[in-house]
C-alpha cells in the first residue's frame, strides 16, 4: 500500500520508517531540505534504539523515499498520515496548530478524490471534525481520520511494531477498512484495535498522558510527604504498588516528568476542557502540573541546603541531562532545569550525559559539560543524580569519591544503591527518603 507520513519529527520518522518496514511504499515529507537530504542518505535525524537500521534497510530497499513537496505527496498517495509538531502556544497554555493547519491547507488543493488524510500528531478534542470542514472547502470526497501514537522515545520502533492497542477515530467504515489495511500485520499479530469516533480518539491520547502525568505527580506528592513525616516514599511506592489495581509503573518518587509530550499536553488538555465549559472536571491537572514542577525546586532548594545555605562558588558534578533515559531528548528536561538554577544561584556545574550533550549544549549554552563521569564530579562539593541512566547504576562510588572534593550524594532519581554509596564513604540523600530530614537537620539548615 502506498502512504505518505507529513511531519518527519519523532513520530513521523519513526512511522515513515516502520510502515515502509510493514511492506508499504512511503514518502516521508518535511519542509527542512537538510533533514530530507539526511533521511534519504539514510541517516537518522535523532537518537532512538533501532531507528538507524530500520531506516538503512527500508531506505536502501526502495520503499522509503523522501521529499519536500506536499503537491509530489498528493500524487503519491491517497493515504496521508500528519505527524507535525502541535507546541505550547507561545502566548498561553493551549496547543498551537499553525503546522497542522499549514499541511491541511497545502495538502488540500492537491489531493485525489477518494484521499484519506489521518492525523497522528497530538491535538485538541475537536480538531478533526474542524480539519474535515476546512478541507471540504477545496476538496470533494476526501476525509480526515485521527489514529493517535503512544510511543515512548527510546523506545519507539519497539512500541510502532509491537503497540499495546490501536486507536482509530474514523467516521466511515471504509476509513476504518483503509487503517486496517495499513495495520494488518501488527493485527495478525492480535494487536487490540479500538475504532471509534475521531473524538474520542483525540481524546484517549491526552487522557492517557494525563492519567501517567498524575501517576508520576501522585508518588512525588506523597514523597513530599513522606519528607514532612520522617517516612520513606521509595517503599511506599513499592507497597502501593504492589496492589494490581494500583500497578507499580509510573511510581518513582523523584525530579517528575518533562520531555516534549507530559507538560505541554495536560496543559493544552486543560485549556481545551475550559473552552468546551469543563475545565471543573481537568482542574486537577494544574495540580498535577504544580506538583511536578515543585520538584525540581525542591531538589535546588535542598542542594543549597546540603550546600549549608550558599551555592556561591561551589562545584556540583551532575549526572544526566536528557528528560529521560535512553532518549537525547533534552526538551523541558528536568535535569537541565536544576543544573541552570543551580548555576544561576552561584555553583560551577558541569553535567554529564551519555547521549545529549550536544542537545543540551545548543539548549543551555551556558553550562559546561562532559563526556566523563569523573570529569563532571572532580572537585565537587555535591554530586547530584538527575537522570537515571543505567550506567550510572554501575559507579563505583569508591573511585568516584576518591575525586570529589567532599562525597556528598543526592540521587533525585533513586536507582543508584545507597548502602554501597555510604559503604564508600558517600552522605547520600534522596528526594523522598527520611534521611534527609536528619541530615540535613544537623547541618543546620532543616525543612
Ligand atoms: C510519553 C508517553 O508515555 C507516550 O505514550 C506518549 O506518546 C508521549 O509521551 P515520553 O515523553 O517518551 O512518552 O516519556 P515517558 O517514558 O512516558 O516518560 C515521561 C516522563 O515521566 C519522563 O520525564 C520520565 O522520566 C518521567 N517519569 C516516568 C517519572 O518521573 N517517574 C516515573 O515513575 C515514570
Redo the contacts with the bound molecule.
Sequence with gaps: MRITVIGTGYVGTVHAACMADLGHEVLGIDIDEERIASLSAGRAPLHEAGLGEVLARTVSSGRLRFSTSLAEGAAFARTHFVCVGTPQRPDGQAADLRFVDAVIDGLAPHLRPGSLVVGKSTVPVGTAARLARRLAVSTRDCEVAWNP??????SAVQDTMHPERIVVGVVSERADNVLREVYRPLLRAGVPWFSTDPATAELVKVA??SF?ATK?SFINAMSEVCEAAGADATVLARAIGADSRIGDR???P?????????PKDIRAFAARAEELGAGASVVFLHEVDRINTRQRRRTVDLSRRLLGGSLAGRRVGVLGAA??PGSDDVRDS?ALAVASALQEGGAAVRVHDPEALDNARAAHPALAYTLDVPKACEDADLVLHLTRWPEYGRIDPAGLAAVVHEPLLLDARGGLDEPSWRAAGWSVHALGRPDRRTAVSARGGAS
Design positions: 501514537e503512544f510511543l515512548r522515545e527510546g492517557a498522558n501517567l508520576v509510573f511510581l518513582e523523584g525530579l517528575g516528568f518533562g520531555g516534549s509530550c507530559f528528560f529521560k528536568p
